[in-house]
């Protein structure tokens, strides 16, 4: 299966300011998706992020506040705008090839607090 | 819209002994996959089995199975021979076999091995 990394791994944010989170893909997949999970809660879907066109976004989320690039089939940015520390979580992106039989596999994940 | 249950917050089993973790799901859908993940402390999201609903056989993976029920909707996976690295949580989700195709997760279970 793919590997996926992403930086940083972790990181502490001041209220107000913004932080670019990086997903990279060891191979090119089709369909890339950033979730969040808060402390001690499960996995909720922010936005699948589409190569060369607008990330869809989920109920909830929106795109000035989580601003999702995708320049390619193997890297995509979430940026989570004006911090608040509601938004303290940690962050996943995650990646799958187009087709029924394909696993879904998950990146380390970007701890974020913000203070 | 699909939703994923688990009612077991969290569990505890000694070592080597069986355990059962529950997961229910609500959908209209007839064909659609069910997928248990587990997350240890490292974060990192890992595919422990996986459930396409028109297979009425249950999958196994070495000493994980699952019991699905259809006409239930319940979707319980069991650990035989617990071991210490079975420790972390454990994650239902649910996917549809079209359209975007996205995972919803349930809230999880943690799983503790008594040794």
């Known amino acids: 299966s793919a590997v996926i990394s992403q930086k940083p791994s972790r990181d502490i944010c001041q209220r107000g300011t913004s932080l670019t989170i990086q997903c990279q893909v060891d191979?090119?997949?089709?369909?890339m998706f950033w979730y969040r999970q808060q402390p001690g809660q499960s996995l909720t879907l922010i936005a699948t992020?589409?190569?060369?066109?607008?990330?869809?976004?989920e109920s909830g989320f929106v795109i000035d506040k989580f601003p999702i690039s995708r320049p390619n089939l193997t890297f995509s940015t979430l940026t989570v705008s004006n911090m608040s520390p509601e938004d303290s979580s940690i962050y996943l992106c995650?990646?799958?090839?187009?087709?029924?039989?394909?696993?879904?596999?998950f990146g380390p994940g970007t701890r974020l607090t913000v203070l | 819209a699909q939703t994923v249950t688990q009612s077991q917050p969290e569990m505890s089993v000694q070592e080597a002994e069986t355990v059962t973790l529950s997961c229910t799901y609500d959908t209209s859908e007839s064909d659609y996959y069910l997928f248990w993940y587990k997350q240890p402390p490292s974060r990192q999201m890992i595919l422990v089995i996986r459930q396409e609903a028109y297979k009425q056989q249950n999958a196994t993976e070495n000493r994980f199975s699952v019991n699905f029920q259809k006409a239930a909707k319940s979707f319980s996976l069991k650990i035989s021979d617990s071991q210490l690295g079975d420790a972390a949580m454990y994650f239902c989700a649910y996917r549809a076999n079209f359209g975007n195709e996205k995972l919803t997760f349930g809230t999880g279970t943690r799983l503790t091995i008594i040794p």
């Open positions: 992020a589409n190569q060369g066109s607008e990330a869809t976004y």
């Open positions: 191979s090119q997949v089709t369909m």
């Open positions: 995650s990646g799958r090839e187009a087709g029924i039989y394909n696993e879904q596999f």
